[in-house]
């Protein structure tokens, strides 16, 4: 009783954070209606689960208690709606002593939808991952199960709601826009404020610390960032997946990188092929070093191009597989990163260098091509470089899988403000349906930036974004774009 006691007694210190009886409304949020919350079923369950296992007990400290509703009533500030997580429930629970039980349990029940969607990009900006383990924890029962096992209930509610650097520093940017009158009200909202929020959500897709070692692939800039805890991060130019065919939103884990690849040719470009053999005859087919497979499984026997009907292929009618032997002129160039996955996407070397030096690098068919593919794989394999061999294709397993998530930024935090891209996928439109504000409008050339929004970002933000390499950005589009 005297925990129950102890949650009673800390509303006096809520009142100092703003409480009352009724749910307020953050000035911050004023005039948008922020993204609301679904409480799934499955989330009611594991509460009663995690509550019927300990007997009962509650869970919360009134400290505890005081960070969470504080969370609740502040979840404008991460673009979500107060309103979704039962805040007048929970209040009115607060003022009676008999329901101490019934609130240890309502605050559970929020805890877990605050989390989960914190955690959780809106539909239109969901991130594939390859390998679950590499998504931020919203598992109801696994959170409150931690929480529960918590030393300090207080710190571990800190370290618990952290994000990843880059969300924090537009969270941040966000915050100080909004204090300095950004918020406008009305039905088209503002536009800076939706490009904040929909690379917020976004950016929910990245857990806190995503480990010693990763690698970061923006397509909205067409950059890559190798990022190593203790050492400065690196940076090269990447070519990613045209409008029509985007790099989608994934994290896998790169596991293996294969010397002298084959390249797969996609269906699209075995049609065209087949088109030209109709027209032309089977020369090209040689002369591009092309093989013709029977099927995509590890006992497919080669055709010859006369088993093949180019009719049917051209038209689509008929499956073939055909690739392009290893070699100088291989398409995949000297190497490619695994990260085995249904989509079919990867990145890889390439024999066509000069498209780097382009600003606009949306030119592949959804693969990443990077600038500098032994530099990537000196670094993946620990500074150990390939073997030397014969020219034909072979694997070379990681020391350890290295993680790789595949973003689409159109505004990036760094040490000076706020980079903001065009939205050439158009993603941030999809977003404007789910976040109630309009698009912001960008230069002709596809930058802006939105000015000094992280001046009251702490040293330690500052530190944490500078860590992970993406600032300070280029306030102009250079050479080095």
């Given at each position: 009783?005297?925990?129950?006691?102890?949650?009673?007694?800390?509303?006096?210190?809520?009142?100092?954070?703003?409480?009352?009886?009724?749910?307020?409304?953050?000035?911050?949020?004023?005039?948008?209606?922020?993204?609301?919350?679904?409480?799934?079923?499955?989330m009611?369950?594991?509460?009663?689960?995690?509550?019927?296992?300990?007997?009962?007990?509650?869970?919360?400290?009134?400290?505890?208690?005081?960070?969470?509703?504080?969370?609740?009533?502040?979840?404008?500030?991460?673009?979500?709606?107060?309103?979704?997580?039962?805040?007048?429930?929970?209040?009115?629970?607060?003022?009676?002593?008999?329901?101490?039980?019934?609130?240890?349990?309502?605050?559970?029940?929020?805890?877990?939808?605050?989390?989960?969607?914190?955690?959780?990009?809106?539909?239109?900006?969901?991130?594939?991952?390859?390998?679950?383990?590499?998504?931020?924890?919203?598992?109801?029962?696994?959170l409150?199960?931690?929480?529960?096992?918590?030393?300090?209930?207080?710190?571990?509610?800190?370290?618990?709601?952290?994000?990843?650097?880059?969300?924090?520093?537009?969270?941040?940017?966000?915050?100080?826009?909004?204090?300095?009158?950004g918020?406008?009200?009305?039905?088209?909202?503002?536009?800076?404020?939706?490009r904040l929020?929909?690379?917020?959500?976004?950016?929910?897709?990245?857990?806190?610390?995503?480990?010693?070692?990763?690698?970061?692939?923006?397509?909205?800039?067409?950059?890559?960032?190798?990022?190593?805890?203790?050492?400065?991060?690196?940076?090269?130019?990447?070519?990613?997946?045209?409008?029509?065919?985007?790099?989608?939103?994934?994290?896998?884990?790169i596991?293996?990188?294969?010397?002298?690849?084959?390249?797969?040719?996609?269906p699209?470009?075995?049609?065209?092929?087949?088109?030209?053999?109709?027209?032309?005859?089977?020369?090209?087919?040689?002369?591009?070093?092309?093989?013709?497979l029977?099927?995509?499984?590890?006992?497919?026997?080669?055709?010859?191009?006369?088993?093949?009907?180019?009719?049917?292929?051209?038209?689509?009618?008929?499956?073939?597989?055909m690739?392009?032997?290893?070699?100088?002129?291989?398409?995949?160039?000297?190497?490619?990163?695994?990260?085995?996955?249904?989509?079919?996407?990867?990145?890889?070397?390439?024999?066509?260098?000069?498209?780097?030096?382009?600003?606009?690098?949306?030119?592949?068919?959804?693969?990443?091509r990077?600038?500098?593919?032994?530099?990537?794989?000196?670094?993946?394999?620990?500074?150990?470089?390939?073997?030397?061999?014969?020219?034909?294709?072979?694997?070379?397993?990681?020391?350890?899988?290295?993680?790789?998530?595949?973003?689409?930024?159109?505004?990036?935090?760094?040490?000076?403000?706020?980079?903001?891209?065009?939205?050439?996928?158009?993603?941030?439109?999809?977003?404007?349906?789910?976040?109630?504000?309009?698009?912001?409008?960008?230069?002709?050339?596809?930058?802006?930036?939105?000015?000094?929004?992280?001046?009251?970002?702490?040293?330690?933000?500052?530190?944490?974004?500078?860590?992970?390499?993406?600032?300070?950005?280029?306030?102009?589009?250079?050479?080095?774009?």
């Open positions: 009783m005297g925990t129950v006691k102890l949650i009673l007694a800390s509303f006096a210190v809520a009142g100092l954070l703003g409480f009352s009886g009724d749910v307020p409304v953050s000035r911050a949020g004023a005039g948008l209606a922020e993204l609301p919350v679904r409480q799934p079923l499955a009611d369950a594991a509460v009663q689960q995690f509550y019927h296992e300990r007997n009962g007990r509650a869970l919360w400290t009134g400290s505890s208690a005081v960070i969470i509703l504080h969370w609740l009533r502040s979840a404008a500030e991460e673009g979500l709606d107060p309103a979704s997580f039962d805040l007048a429930h929970l209040l009115k629970l607060s003022r009676d002593p008999l329901a101490a039980p019934a609130f240890d349990r309502a605050l559970s029940r929020s805890f877990v939808t605050y989390l989960h969607a914190l955690r959780s990009p809106t539909p239109g900006a969901t991130t594939t991952y390859v390998d679950a383990r590499l998504a931020p924890e919203t598992r109801p029962l696994a409150l199960e931690a929480a529960a096992a918590a030393p300090s209930q207080p710190a571990h509610l800190v370290a618990i709601r952290r994000m990843h650097p880059l969300y924090e520093g537009l969270r941040n940017a966000l915050l100080t826009y909004r204090q300095r009158g918020a406008i009200s009305g039905p088209n909202g503002n536009r800076t404020e939706q929020l929909a690379n917020m959500d976004r950016l929910r897709a990245l857990p806190a610390d995503p480990g010693d070692r990763y690698i970061l692939v923006d397509t909205a800039s067409a950059h890559l960032w190798m990022i190593e805890k203790g050492r400065p991060p690196a940076r090269m130019r990447v070519i990613v997946g045209s409008d029509r065919h985007p790099t989608p939103l994934l994290a896998g884990l596991r293996y990188v294969v010397r002298n690849p084959y390249w797969n040719l996609p699209d470009l075995v049609r065209a092929r087949a088109a030209a053999v109709v027209e032309n005859g089977p020369d090209r087919l040689a002369e591009e070093r092309l093989e013709l029977s099927d995509w499984g590890p006992d497919a026997h080669p055709l010859t191009p006369q088993q093949v009907n180019w009719r049917a292929v051209a038209r689509g009618e008929a499956k073939l597989r690739r392009q032997r290893p070699g100088r002129d291989n398409m995949m160039g000297t190497v490619k990163f695994m990260l085995p996955n249904r989509l079919g996407i990867y990145l890889h070397d390439t024999r066509g260098k000069t498209a780097f030096t382009r600003s606009q690098r949306r030119l592949s068919s959804g693969c990443v990077v600038e500098d593919a032994a530099r990537l794989e000196a670094w993946l394999l620990g500074g150990r470089g390939p073997a030397v061999g014969s020219d034909s294709e072979r694997r070379i397993d990681l020391p350890a899988p290295v993680p790789v998530y595949m973003l689409y930024l159109t505004a990036i935090p760094g040490q000076r403000g706020v980079s903001v891209r065009a939205d050439a996928y158009g993603r941030d439109r999809v977003a404007a349906q789910n976040i109630s504000a309009t698009r912001i409008r960008s230069d002709q050339d596809g930058l802006t930036i939105l000015g000094p929004m992280l001046a009251s970002t702490s040293a330690a933000l500052n530190a944490r974004i500078l860590s992970v390499g993406l600032g300070p950005l280029p306030i102009t589009i250079s050479a080095d774009a």
